[in-house]
């Protein structure tokens, strides 16, 4: 009879995309698709509208996919990628959503961090934070 052994804590903490990982990878991915479509549209009908503005929105859509497909890989180096993907998303929501309130030139048109995700009820500003506990609970042993 062979048995299986139980599971390490390490094998256990480094899997990031079962339970409520799984429902983050979907938000990032949704945001990913949204972002992607709306800054692609953006871009290619209006943007010398608000270039700054659309081309935020873009990096905005690469970010998305980076975190959505970082989270979902297992792996020390798909962990650190999350994490730098996570914190540029916190980084970036914050900066373009305070330049977004006091340089409104800039930000004649929204983007998903203007005024830090007000227009997708502020789910951009919350969903680093949630990433950010959700890695630090799964982080690889060191």
């Not at 994490?83 to 309130?101: H, M, P, W």
């Not at 227009?119 to 506990?133: D, E, K, N, R």
Request: hydrophobic share 55%; aromatic share 12%; no cysteine.
């Amino acid at each position: 009879m062979t048995t299986t052994p139980a599971k390490t804590a390490h094998q256990t903490r480094d899997t990031r995309n079962t339970g409520p990982g799984r429902l983050l990878i979907a938000v990032y991915a949704v945001f990913a698709i949204s972002a992607t479509a709306r800054a692609g549209y953006q871009i290619l009908t209006k943007f010398s509208e608000a270039p700054l503005a659309y081309l935020l929105s873009a990096f905005a859509a690469l970010v998305y996919v980076v975190a959505t497909v970082s989270l979902a890989k297992p792996g020390r180096t798909w962990f650190r990628v999350s994490v730098a993907a996570v914190l540029v998303e916190l980084v970036g929501v914050v900066i373009v959503g305070a330049l977004s309130i006091f340089d409104a030139v800039q930000f004649p048109h929204e983007t998903v961090w203007s005024l830090f995700g007000r227009g997708y009820a502020f789910i951009p500003l919350i969903l680093p934070i949630l990433g950010l506990v959700w890695l630090y609970r799964r982080r690889p042993a060191a």
